[in-house]
C-alpha cells in the first residue's frame, strides 16, 4: 500500500505540485480572488453598475459620498432623462409641483413621467458620491476597470510575444543575432519607459487601441531580457543535446524543450508588466494621451478630481480611482510572487 502510494506520488505533473505550493501561499490566493472579484465586475458592469457611468446630472456635481436625491424621469422612449427634484411640494391629482436646484418652483404632468414601481419620483443614491459632471463615481470605478484591465492583458500579451521572439532568437542562436537584439533592447532600455509610452502614443495618436499598442511596444524589453539569460543557461543541458542528436529542429527544441523550462521567470515577469501597464494606461489617461472622455477610466477619473483635492472639496474623486489602481496593482504583484514560488522547482513538495 505504501509503495502504490509512493508511485502515485511521483506520477503527478509539475502542474500538481505547483498548485499545492500557490494555495500555501495565502497573500497569493487572496489577491487572486479580488483580481477574479475585479475581472467579473467588470464583465458584467451592465449588469452590477447602479447607473449609465457616462450620465450627467450637472445638479448633482461633486457630491461627497452617501449623497442621496430625488429626481423625476421623464417618459422619454428615446432617452432617460432625470429631473432632479430639491423639494417636493405637492403630489397630488395629476401634476407635481416641485422646486428645482435653481430655487424655481415648477410643474409637470403626470403623463410626462415613467412610473417607477409605482411611483413618479425616485430616489437615487450615490454611495461615492459624484464626479464634477454630476456621474456616480462607483459606476465609473466597475466600468473603469474593463479599460484598466483589457489594455493591460492585451499591451502584456503583444510584449509577451515580442520578447519570448527575440529572447529566444538572442539566446539560442547567440553570435550576430545576439548582439543585434540586444542594441536593441539596449536602445529602448536607455529610454525612460513612460517617456517612450508618451512618445509612441503622441505619434500612433489618442485613443483605445493606441493605449495599448504603446505600452505593448515598450514593455518588451525586460521579457526578452529573462528569456536570454535562461536560455543561455540550458541550451548546452544534456536533453537539449539529446534533442539535437535526435534531429529535432531549432524551433521544435525552442518551444518544447527550451521555453517550457523558461516558464516560472517568464511568468513573474509578465505579472510585473502587467502591473507597470495598468500604471501606463493611468498615466496615458490621466494626462489626456489614452482613452478618451466620455469613456470611464481610472486615470481619467484622477485627472478630473485632483483639483477638487487640492481645494480640499471632495477627497474622493481622487481617492477612490486612486485605491483601484493601487489595490489592482498590489494584487497582480502578489499573485506574481506566489506564481514564482510554485514554479521554484527548489522549494519542498
Same mark, same amino acid.
Given at each position: 500500500? &505504501?509503495?502504490?502510494?509512493?508511485?502515485? &506520488?511521483?506520477?503527478?505533473? %509539475?502542474?500538481?505540485?505547483?498548485?499545492?505550493?500557490?494555495?500555501?501561499?495565502?497573500?497569493?490566493?487572496?489577491?487572486?480572488?479580488?483580481?477574479?472579484? =475585479?475581472?467579473?465586475?467588470?464583465?458584467?458592469?451592465?449588469? =452590477?453598475?447602479?447607473?449609465?457611468? /457616462?450620465?450627467? +446630472? +450637472?445638479?448633482?456635481?461633486? *457630491? $461627497?459620498?452617501?449623497?442621496?436625491?430625488?429626481?423625476?424621469?421623464?417618459?422619454?422612449?428615446?432617452?432617460?432623462?432625470?429631473?432632479?427634484?430639491?423639494? %417636493?411640494?405637492?403630489?397630488?391629482?395629476?401634476?407635481?409641483?416641485?422646486?428645482?436646484?435653481?430655487?424655481?418652483?415648477?410643474?409637470?404632468?403626470?403623463?410626462?413621467?415613467?412610473?417607477? *414601481?409605482? $411611483?413618479?419620483?425616485?430616489?437615487? #443614491?450615490?454611495? !461615492?458620491?459624484?464626479?464634477?459632471?454630476?456621474? /456616480?463615481?462607483?459606476?465609473?470605478?466597475?466600468?473603469? @476597470?474593463?479599460?484598466?484591465?483589457?489594455?493591460?492583458?492585451?499591451? $502584456?500579451?503583444?510584449?509577451? +510575444?515580442?520578447?519570448?521572439?527575440?529572447?529566444?532568437?538572442?539566446?539560442?542562436?547567440?553570435?550576430? $543575432?545576439?548582439?543585434?537584439?540586444?542594441?536593441?533592447?539596449?536602445?529602448?532600455?536607455?529610454?525612460?519607459?513612460?517617456?517612450?509610452?508618451?512618445?509612441?502614443?503622441?505619434? %500612433?495618436?489618442?485613443?483605445?487601441?493606441?493605449?495599448?499598442?504603446?505600452?505593448?511596444?515598450?514593455?518588451?524589453?525586460?521579457?526578452?531580457?529573462?528569456?536570454?539569460?535562461?536560455?543561455?543557461?540550458?541550451?548546452?543541458?544534456?536533453?537539449?543535446? @539529446?534533442?539535437?542528436?535526435?534531429?529535432?529542429?531549432?524551433?521544435? =527544441?525552442?518551444?518544447?524543450?527550451?521555453?517550457?523550462?523558461?516558464?516560472?521567470?517568464?511568468?513573474?515577469?509578465?505579472?510585473?508588466?502587467?502591473?507597470?501597464?495598468?500604471?501606463?494606461?493611468?498615466? %496615458?489617461?490621466?494626462?489626456?494621451?489614452?482613452?478618451?472622455?466620455?469613456?470611464?477610466?481610472?486615470?481619467?477619473?484622477?485627472?478630473?478630481?485632483? #483639483?477638487?483635492? =487640492?481645494?480640499?472639496?471632495?477627497?474622493?474623486?481622487? !481617492?477612490?480611482?486612486?485605491?483601484?489602481?493601487?489595490?489592482?496593482?498590489?494584487?497582480?504583484?502578489?499573485?506574481?510572487?506566489?506564481?514564482? /514560488?510554485?514554479?521554484?522547482?527548489? !522549494?519542498?513538495?
Amino acid at each position: 500500500m &505504501e509503495e502504490h502510494n509512493e508511485h502515485t &506520488e511521483k506520477g503527478k505533473s %509539475l502542474w500538481y505540485y505547483s498548485y499545492r505550493r500557490f494555495k500555501r501561499h495565502k497573500l497569493a490566493v487572496s489577491a487572486f480572488f479580488f483580481l477574479i472579484f =475585479i475581472i467579473l465586475a467588470a464583465l458584467f458592469a451592465p449588469l =452590477i453598475s447602479p447607473y449609465n457611468p /457616462d450620465k450627467q +446630472l +450637472l445638479e448633482f456635481s461633486a *457630491k $461627497q459620498p452617501m449623497f442621496k436625491s430625488y429626481v423625476l424621469i421623464k417618459n422619454d422612449a428615446a432617452a432617460e432623462k432625470f429631473i432632479p427634484v430639491k423639494i %417636493l411640494l405637492d403630489e397630488n391629482g395629476d401634476a407635481i409641483r416641485y422646486i428645482d436646484f435653481t430655487d424655481k418652483e415648477s410643474v409637470i404632468s403626470k403623463r410626462e413621467l415613467a412610473q417607477k *414601481k409605482g $411611483q413618479y419620483v425616485s430616489e437615487m #443614491r450615490f454611495i !461615492l458620491g459624484t464626479d464634477k459632471f454630476g456621474r /456616480d463615481i462607483l459606476s465609473r470605478l466597475i466600468y473603469g @476597470a474593463r479599460i484598466s484591465l483589457s489594455v493591460g492583458l492585451i499591451s $502584456q500579451s503583444i510584449a509577451l +510575444l515580442i520578447g519570448v521572439f527575440f529572447g529566444s532568437i538572442a539566446g539560442y542562436y547567440r553570435g550576430m $543575432q545576439d548582439k543585434v537584439t540586444m542594441w536593441l533592447v539596449n536602445v529602448v532600455w536607455a529610454f525612460p519607459s513612460i517617456l517612450l509610452v508618451i512618445a509612441i502614443s503622441i505619434v %500612433l495618436g489618442k485613443g483605445f487601441w493606441q493605449a495599448f499598442v504603446a505600452i505593448g511596444l515598450t514593455g518588451w524589453v525586460d521579457i526578452a531580457r529573462v528569456i536570454r539569460g535562461q536560455i543561455i543557461s540550458i541550451r548546452e543541458s544534456e536533453y537539449v543535446e @539529446a534533442a539535437r542528436a535526435a534531429g529535432f529542429g531549432d524551433l521544435r =527544441i525552442i518551444m518544447r524543450h527550451v521555453l517550457p523550462n523558461s516558464f516560472s521567470p517568464v511568468i513573474v515577469t509578465s505579472t510585473v508588466g502587467l502591473a507597470n501597464a495598468i500604471i501606463f494606461e493611468s498615466s %496615458l489617461s490621466f494626462l489626456g494621451l489614452g482613452v478618451q472622455p466620455p469613456t470611464a477610466s481610472w486615470g481619467q477619473m484622477v485627472f478630473d478630481g485632483y #483639483r477638487f483635492l =487640492i481645494t480640499g472639496t471632495n477627497f474622493g474623486m481622487v !481617492l477612490f480611482p486612486s485605491l483601484a489602481i493601487l489595490l489592482t496593482v498590489f494584487a497582480v504583484n502578489l499573485i506574481g510572487d506566489g506564481i514564482r /514560488d510554485a514554479f521554484d522547482p527548489r !522549494l519542498k513538495k
